[in-house]
């Protein structure tokens, strides 16, 4: 059974702080894995996406890295700012419960203090 | 703009009743998903439809129901035989198994 991992569960940083955060998996057989952030009481929005044939994905401040062999990837956010705050959450796809099975982990709550 | 349309945000259940959480989308995605979201959770599968006319049980199906009639939309009915309901719903789509999810803003539904 596919488990996921975000550790650690909290993390505040002051404002312009680079900063990075964690996603472990147990399966390394993955399809795919996305990074989301969620405010509090919203749905979840998609940061990026990285494919199990990559290694890495990049959108503005953010970038996304995937090490299948090890089970890790990190998100990467560069001079963090207030309105970073939010839950990120990563989910991965496939694993021992098939390839279109998501597991998701239970994310890691981001202050950015100004 | 395309996007996953959930409605109502808020939802008061009594004991006993049986509601729905509607779930339209307008990507023309193939499949869509049902997730339950509890505090210190992760997002917990309840119903996915991979095509029109066909969904299958995720792991926590029991007390829910769903249909599939059209492709926008993907309805969940909250039965009174789940004992817990109280959580926060979420719905995704997707185009297929290279594509990544797109979620809705999610429901809430309290039990009074």
């Known amino acids: 059974k596919q488990e996921v991992t975000q550790i650690p569960a909290a993390l505040s940083v002051p404002e312009g702080e680079n900063l990075v955060l964690n996603c472990s998996f147990t399966d390394s057989a993955i399809y795919n894995l996305q990074w989301f952030r969620q405010d509090p009481g919203k749905g979840l929005t998609s940061l990026l996406l990285?494919?199990?044939?990559?290694r890495e994905q990049t959108s503005g401040r953010l970038n996304a890295s995937l090490d299948k062999s090890s089970g890790r990837s990190t998100l990467y956010i560069a001079a963090s700012q207030p309105g970073d705050s939010a839950t990120y959450l990563c989910?991965?796809?496939?694993?021992?419960?098939?390839?279109?099975?998501?597991?998701f982990g239970t994310g890691t709550k981001l202050q950015v203090i100004p | 703009d395309g996007g996953i349309t959930q409605s109502p945000k808020y939802l008061f259940r009594k004991e006993g009743q049986n509601v729905t959480l509607s779930c339209e989308q307008n990507l023309n995605h193939d499949a869509m998903y049902w997730y339950r979201q509890d505090p210190g959770q992760g997002l917990r599968l309840i119903y996915y439809s991979q095509i029109v006319n066909d969904f299958q049980k995720g792991d926590i199906a029991e007390g829910y129901s769903v249909s599939r009639e059209k492709k926008e939309s993907f309805p969940l009915t909250v039965t009174s035989a789940q004992k817990n309901p109280t959580a926060f719903y979420l719905c995704?789509?997707?185009?297929?198994?290279?594509?990544?999810?797109?979620f809705g803003s999610g429901t809430r539904l309290t039990v009074v």
């Open positions: 995704a789509s997707s185009t297929g198994p290279d594509d990544g999810y797109t």
């Open positions: 990285i494919q199990s044939s990559q």
């Open positions: 989910a991965v796809k496939g694993g021992s419960g098939g390839y279109q099975k998501v597991t």
